[in-house]
């Protein structure tokens, strides 16, 4: 039974430490946000998910360019949208 045990805990050890390999540091913050556009673009709602996407993506794009004008021009500070 020890021998047994003994296999179990070392096994145990090296997975921890499979784990701990497989680790990456932490994210550093950047200067930019993801904001994701969650619609239907399959399925029984794609009629309706498919121009709304698009309209929003459109409508995303638009604001990005009036936020990258107004950054330029130095009316405000912002965080960028990817």
Do not use: W
Request: glycine share 10%; proline share 6%; with cysteine.
């Amino acid at each position: 039974m020890t021998y047994h045990r003994l296999i179990r805990s070392l096994c145990g050890l090296g997975m921890a430490l499979l784990g701990l390999i497989g680790l990456k540091p932490a994210a550093q913050a950047q200067n930019e946000q993801f904001i994701p556009a969650l619609v239907y673009r399959t399925g029984p709602y794609a009629p309706n998910g498919i121009p709304f996407a698009d309209g929003y993506a459109d409508q995303t794009v638009a604001d990005h360019a009036a936020l990258e004008q107004a950054v330029a021009e130095g009316r405000i500070e912002a965080v960028r949208n990817r």
